[in-house]
C-alpha cells in the first residue's frame, strides 16, 4: 500500500479536527475525497504533508510502509508527496522557472543525483507547459504573482507535472475553476495517471469528478471517513446533497 | 508536526546562524602608539612619506574634529567609544603565508566555495602563496596595461599623493570636506590607504575597476579614503569590497569615498559588504561609519550607488548625490541585511541643485534574529532645481518577530515643478510561503534564500553580473542558520 492512514487524529491548538480517519491507497488509484466545508479535508491535506501546527495525538500516516512523523514537509515531497494547494502563495521576485529547477534539484540532491542539465530542464518545461496549457510568459513571472485565480490552479498542475509525484493530493482544486480551466486541469491529472502513483482528489463538488474518474469515493463528515463507495457514490451526493450524509453519521 | 515547533520556532532556529569565520591575527604589524594626538598624525604622515601639504591637511582635519561632537542621531546602539584606545597607525607588513589550501580553516573554505570563488582566489583570500604567482602577476600587469593604454590612472591613494599630487589637491575633500562630519574629519586626519582612480576625457573603462586588482590592495587598513574622478564623457564601474568573508581586528571603520563626474560622465559604483558582524550574542563585530557622496558636478553627469550590506555589527552609511549639473542622474540601490544583533542606519541622500535633476532610491531592507534595520533617506530639492523628480522607494522584510524595522525619510521640496514620490512596504516572510516551498522539496534555509533573493532582485538586478552571482549566495548564507 502507498499511503495508509490509521486511526488519525490531528489537532490544531488543541482543538481536535480529525478523529480517528482511516484511508488506504494503492498505486495506481484516483480516490476522491468528499464532504461539506469545516469536515476536516484540508487538514487531511496538511498532516500528510508536514505542515507544522498540526499535531498528531493518535494513530499514524504510512506512506511506502514507513510512518512520515519524522520527516521534515520537504523529505516529504522529495519522497514523492504533492499538494495542489487550495490557495497557492506568491513569492514575489522568484521566477516560476527558477523556483522549478531549485524544485528539480533538491528533489536530485535528495536522491544523490546530479543537477538537471539546462537544456534538458527546459525541454521538460515546455513539455509540461503544454500539458497545462500555460503561456511561457506565465513561467516568466514570479511564482503566482498577478496570476488569476485559473492561472495559479493550472500552475499547480504544471508543477505537480514536472515533480512526477508519487502520491498527489488535490486539494479543493476545482474551487473556483471554470469549466475550461477545470478541463485542462484534468486534462494535467489524467494525463499523469500511472500505475505507478496515486491521486487523492479532495473537492467538494463531484464536477471535476465528471472530467477525472476516481476508483473510490470517499464520504467525510466530522473529521472522518462515514462512508465509501465507487464513482457512483459522488452522482448520489449531488443527487441527494450533504444533509443524507449527516444522517449516516 | 510532532516537533512541536512554534509559529516563528523555525525561522528563528535559522535566522540565528552565526557569522562563521572567527578573527585571525596573522599580521606582523608595524605600530604606532595607541590614542591620537598631533605626533600621532606627523607619525602616520612621515611613515607615508607624504608631502607637507598632505600633512597640514591631515593637522587642520584633526583640530577640526577635535572641537566635534560625536554624532547621536542614528538609530543604533552602542558603547562610547574611546577613541584614545585605538591605534591609529599599523602598516600591514607581510602575511604568514601557509604553504597550501590544505592549512586554511575547512570552515572557511567551504564558505569560499559556496560563494564559488576560484581556487587561485580562494589561495590569495586565505593568505597561500600562491604557486602560480607568475599567473597572478601576468593577470595584474595585463591588467594594468589596459589601463595605461587609456590613459586611466588607477592606484592606491599613497601612491597617488606621491605620483598624482596635482589631482589629488584639486579633487580630495570636494566632496566630503573633512568639516562634513565627525568621521569624515577622523578619516582625513588618520586615513591609511585607500584607491584613487582618474578616468580622463571621453575614456570608456574597459574593464570593471575592482580594488582585487589593485597592486597593494591586500590591506587597506580602517580608515580607507578611495576617491574617483571622471572627467567629461568618461565612464567607469567601480567594485569595492567582495562577498568573500572579511576579517579584520579593528573595529571602528571609518572610510571616505568620494566621486566626481564632470560633464556627461557616469560612475557606477557597487559595494558588497561582508565585515565581521559580531557573534551571535552581539558580542564583537565592526562598526562601519562611512561617507559617501558622489557630485554630479557637471551637465548630464550620472552617479549610480548600488550596495549590498550584510556585514558589520553596525552601519552608519549614506551614499549620498549632490546633483549640480543640469539634467545630471543620481540613483541609489540598497539590500541591506541584518542578523543576530546586527544594527544598520543606511540610506541615501539626494540634493539636487541643478535643474531637471533625477534621482531614485530604492531600498531594501531586511532584518532577522534581534536585529534593527533603518533606512534613512534626505531628498532635498533647492529652489533652482527647477523640473526635478525623485522616486524613492523603501521596503522592509521581517524575519521572524523579534527584530525592526525602521523607516526616516527627510524631504524638502524648494520649489513647485518637482515631483517627488515616495513608496514604503513593510512585509514578512509569511509560514505560508515557506511551507509552499518546502512543499515542493525546497528545505528551509534555501527557501529562505530564495526568497530574500526575490525580494531583493530589483537591486541585485544593478550588480555587475558576476558580482550578482555571489551576492545572491551571500544573502542566503547570511541568513543561514543551523537547520540542516
Given at each position: 500500500m502507498l499511503l495508509n492512514i490509521k486511526d488519525l487524529h490531528v489537532s490544531i491548538n488543541g482543538k481536535e479536527i480529525l478523529k480517528g480517519f482511516n484511508l488506504g491507497v494503492n498505486k495506481g488509484e484516483v480516490h476522491a475525497i468528499m464532504g461539506p466545508n469545516g469536515t476536516g479535508k484540508s487538514t487531511l491535506a496538511a498532516a500528510i504533508t508536514g505542515r507544522?501546527?498540526?499535531?498528531?495525538?493518535q494513530g499514524e500516516i504510512e506512506y511506502k510502509g514507513k510512518d512520515i512523523e519524522d520527516l521534515s514537509p520537504d523529505e516529504r515531497a522529495n519522497e514523492g508527496i504533492f499538494l495542489s494547494f487550495q490557495y497557492p502563495v506568491e513569492i514575489p521576485g522568484v521566477s516560476m522557472t527558477n523556483f522549478m529547477r531549485t524544485a528539480i534539484n533538491a528533489q536530485r540532491e535528495y536522491r544523490g543525483e546530479e543537477s538537471i542539465p539546462a537544456g534538458e530542464f527546459l525541454k521538460k518545461m515546455e513539455e509540461k507547459k503544454n500539458l497545462v496549457d500555460i503561456h511561457s510568459k506565465l513561467t516568466k513571472r514570479s511564482v503566482n504573482e498577478g496570476f488569476s485565480g485559473g492561472e495559479k490552479k493550472k500552475n499547480e498542475i504544471f508543477q505537480m507535472a514536472m515533480l512526477e509525484p508519487m502520491l498527489a493530493i488535490l486539494d479543493e482544486t476545482d474551487s473556483g475553476l471554470d469549466i475550461d480551466a477545470l478541463k485542462v486541469v484534468a486534462r494535467g491529472v489524467n494525463a499523469l495517471r500511472s500505475d505507478e502513483n496515486a491521486f487523492v482528489i479532495i473537492t467538494h463538488y463531484q464536477r471535476l469528478l465528471d472530467y477525472i474518474e476516481p476508483d473510490f469515493v470517499h464520504v467525510m463528515w466530522d473529521g472522518r471517513i462515514v462512508k465509501s463507495g465507487g464513482k457512483r457514490l459522488a452522482l448520489e451526493l449531488e443527487e441527494k446533497g450533504y444533509d443524507w450524509v449527516k444522517e449516516l453519521y | 508536526m510532532k516537533d512541536g515547533k512554534g509559529k516563528n520556532g523555525v525561522l528563528e532556529e535559522v535566522t540565528s546562524g552565526e557569522y562563521k569565520y572567527g578573527f585571525v591575527t596573522d599580521i606582523e604589524m608595524d605600530m604606532a602608539p595607541k590614542g591620537l594626538n598631533e605626533d600621532i598624525i606627523r607619525f602616520i604622515s612621515s611613515k607615508k612619506n607624504e608631502p607637507d601639504w598632505m600633512l597640514e591637511l591631515r593637522l587642520k582635519a584633526f583640530r577640526h574634529w577635535q572641537k566635534m561632537k560625536e554624532p547621536k542621531w542614528a538609530h543604533v546602539k552602542y558603547p562610547p567609544?574611546?577613541?584614545?584606545?585605538?591605534?591609529?597607525?599599523a602598516a600591514p607588513k607581510k602575511k604568514k603565508q601557509l604553504e597550501s589550501l590544505n592549512e586554511v580553516d575547512p570552515e572557511l573554505l567551504d564558505t569560499f566555495n559556496k560563494l564559488g570563488i576560484s581556487l587561485e582566489e580562494q589561495k590569495m583570500l586565505a593568505g597561500?602563496?600562491?604557486?602560480?604567482v607568475i599567473d597572478s602577476v601576468s593577470v595584474k600587469t595585463t591588467f594594468q596595461d589596459t589601463l595605461a593604454k587609456h590613459d586611466i590612472i588607477f592606484c592606491s591613494f599613497s601612491e597617488a599623493v606621491q605620483n598624482h599630487p596635482e589631482l589629488i589637491k584639486q579633487?580630495?575633500?570636494?566632496?566630503?570636506?573633512?568639516?562634513?562630519n565627525y568621521y569624515a574629519a577622523l578619516n582625513t586626519a588618520v586615513f591609511s590607504d585607500g584607491s584613487f582612480c582618474y578616468i580622463p576625457k571621453d575614456v570608456r573603462c574597459p574593464i570593471e575597476l575592482s580594488t582585487y586588482f589593485r597592486i597593494n590592495a591586500a590591506n587597506t587598513g580602517q580608515f580607507e579614503r578611495t576617491l574617483i574622478v571622471a572627467e567629461e564623457g568618461s565612464y567607469v564601474s567601480y567594485l569595492e569590497g567582495c562577498t568573500a568573508p572579511q576579517r579584520d581586528e579593528n573595529q571602528l571603520h571609518a572610510a571616505i569615498v568620494e566621486i566626481i563626474a564632470m560633464d556627461d560622465a557616469e560612475v557606477k559604483y557597487s559595494t558588497v559588504q561582508n565585515w565581521y558582524p559580531g557573534d551571535?550574542?552581539?558580542?564583537?563585530?565592526i562598526y562601519n561609519f562611512v561617507t559617501k557622496r558622489g557630485l554630479c558636478?557637471?551637465?548630464?553627469s550620472k552617479i549610480s550607488w548600488t550596495q549590498v550590506e550584510t556585514g558589520s555589527a553596525i552601519t552608519w552609511k549614506y551614499p549620498s548625490c549632490f546633483l549640480m549639473g543640469d539634467n545630471s542622474i543620481g540613483e541609489f540601490y540598497s539590500v541591506a541585511v541584518t542578523n543576530n544583533y546586527q544594527q544598520a542606519d543606511t540610506g541615501s541622500k539626494m540634493v539636487h541643485i541643478g535643474k531637471n535633476t533625477k534621482s531614485t532610491i530604492i531600498s531594501k531592507g531586511i532584518s532577522a534574529g534581534k536585529s534593527n534595520n533603518s533606512y534613512r533617506g534626505l531628498v532635498r530639492i533647492s529652489k533652482k532645481a527647477a523640473n526635478s523628480r525623485n522616486f524613492s522607494q523603501c521596503d522592509s522584510l521581517l524575519l521572524g518577530d523579534q527584530c525592526g524595522a525602521h523607516t526616516f525619510p527627510y524631504i524638502k521640496t524648494g520649489n513647485e515643478t518637482s515631483i517627488v514620490e515616495h513608496e514604503a512596504t513593510t512585509s514578512k516572510i509569511s509560514e505560508d510561503q515557506l511551507f509552499y516551498c518546502r512543499q515542493r522539496g525546497i528545505n528551509t534555509e534555501k527557501a529562505i534564500g530564495l526568497i530574500v533573493n526575490g525580494y531583493a532582485k530589483e537591486v541585485l538586478n544593478k550588480l555587475p553580473m558576476e558580482f550578482a552571482v555571489e551576492a545572491q549566495k551571500l544573502l542566503a548564507i547570511t541568513l543561514e542558520g543551523s537547520v540542516g
Open positions: 507544522e501546527g498540526y499535531e498528531i495525538t | 567609544i574611546d577613541f584614545q584606545d585605538i591605534i591609529y597607525y597561500v602563496a600562491v604557486d602560480a579633487y580630495m575633500g570636494k566632496a566630503v570636506p573633512y568639516t562634513d551571535k550574542n552581539g558580542k564583537g563585530g558636478k557637471g551637465r548630464s
